[in-house]
Nanobody
Framework: QVQLVESGGGLAQPGGSLKLSCAASGSIFSINAMAWYRQAPGKQRESVAAITSGGSTSYADSVKGRFTISRDNAKNTVYLQMNSLKPEDTAVYYC?????????WGQGTQVTVSS
């Protein structure tokens, strides 16, 4: 089993920044992938960014150039630096951890972008 604890959500103004963190604990293998998803009210959950244990990254087109995903393998922690935030970034953000065909989800953290 793997447990995920997220932190860092909150309220930001348009153009502002927030940084999300997600710490994984439990039975963690060296080869895995971590990602951030988000779900806005009335919409389906969507992928935001992902990073493998080897450091390969991918981003949704809507966040490219504004968000940066990174990880600290020693701490089993993934980060999402969100810059130039827009109101349409408002959503619950979920941490996702995948290893050996098993997927785990965090509890979600609210990000609200509003003036």
């Amino acid at each position: 089993q793997v447990q995920l604890v997220e932190s860092g959500g909150g309220l930001a103004q348009p153009g502002g920044s927030l940084k999300l963190s997600c710490a994984a604990s439990g039975s963690i293998f060296s080869i895995n992938a971590m990602a951030w998803y988000r779900q806005a009210p009335g919409k389906q959950r969507e992928s935001v960014a992902a990073i493998t244990s080897g450091g390969s990254t991918s981003y949704a087109d809507s966040v490219k150039g504004r968000f940066t995903i990174s990880r600290d393998n020693a701490k089993n922690t993934v980060y999402l630096q969100m810059n130039s935030l827009k109101p349409e970034d408002t959503a619950v953000y979920y941490c996702n951890f995948r290893q050996r065909l098993t997927t785990y989800w965090g509890q979600g953290t609210q990000v609200t972008v509003s003036s």
